[in-house]
T-cell receptor
Framework: GAGVSQSPSNKVTEKGKDVELRCDPI?????LYWYRQSLGQGLEFLIY????????KSGLPSDRFSAERTGGSVSTLTIQRTQQEDSAVYLC????????????FGSGTRLTVV | AQKVTQAQTEISVVEKEDVTLDCVYE???????LFWYKQPPSGELVFLIR??????QNEISGRYSWNFQKSTSSFNFTITASQVVDSAVYFC????????????FGTGTRLQVTL
């Protein structure tokens, strides 16, 4: 597509429920990143996928968080047993090619855990 | 470890004023990349500029200019003759070399331009 698409744009869930957030990167972009933006905070790195390499999961805050990328395209970020501190905007970005430096971000998913 | 500091949390200016957004970074890498992004109310981050650490030339793009000072580890962003449409959150970010690398962001500066 023309840009990075994220769905849903807004999600309200009850504490303890699982949620799935979806990211459709720009077609052909090999790198995909998930970031979390909490109120008053910068963007916190969560996970990074590059082609067929093992993902960099170093930013995932707990084992309740996981992500996968199927077929080198669409990615899903899953948060299990959500907690109120998980409330944030989750942003996805993709980057094209190994030398391309421009990260294109989606509009994010605003997650509210009540 | 990489760190980016944007000490200004929020700035308010009147339209047509000039405004400078500060960015200070920390890194042990000798080669690195610096970025500025704009986040309007829609939420999507818009790429503004990338700067290589080995290129200390300042850059101007229309009303925007960037001052890279390697000696003070700063990469400040100036908007000349600000406009209401400039109202947004601005993020400074740092990336080490290598393709398998991620951006480290500052906490952002919220700029409010009023009439």
């Amino acid at each position: 597509g023309a840009g990075v698409s994220q769905s849903p744009s807004n999600k309200v869930t009850e504490k303890g429920k699982d949620v799935e957030l979806r990211c459709d990167p720009i077609s052909g972009h090999t790198a995909l990143y998930w970031y979390r933006q909490s109120l008053g905070q910068g963007l916190e790195f969560l996970i990074y996928f590059q082609g067929n390499s093992a993902p960099d999961k170093s930013g995932l805050p707990s084992d309740r968080f996981s992500a996968e990328r199927t077929g080198g395209s669409v990615s899903t970020l899953t948060i299990q047993r959500t907690q109120q501190e998980d409330s944030a905007v989750y942003l996805c970005a993709s980057r094209g090619g190994l030398t391309h430096y421009g990260y294109t971000f989606g509009s994010g998913t605003r997650l509210t855990v009540v | 470890a990489q760190k980016v500091t944007q000490a200004q949390t929020e700035i308010s200016v009147v339209e047509k004023e000039d405004v400078t957004l500060d960015c200070v970074y920390e890194t042990r890498d000798t080669t690195y990349y610096l970025f500025w992004y704009k986040q309007p109310p829609s939420g999507e981050l818009v790429f503004l500029i990338r700067r290589n650490s080995f290129d200390e030339q300042n850059e101007i793009s229309g009303r925007y200019s960037w001052n890279f000072q390697k000696s003070t580890s700063s990469f400040n962003f100036t908007i000349t003759a600000s406009q209401v449409v400039d109202s947004a959150v601005y993020f400074c970010a740092l990336r080490p070399p290598g393709t398998a690398s991620k951006l480290t962001f500052g906490t952002g500066t919220r700029l409010q331009v009023t009439l």
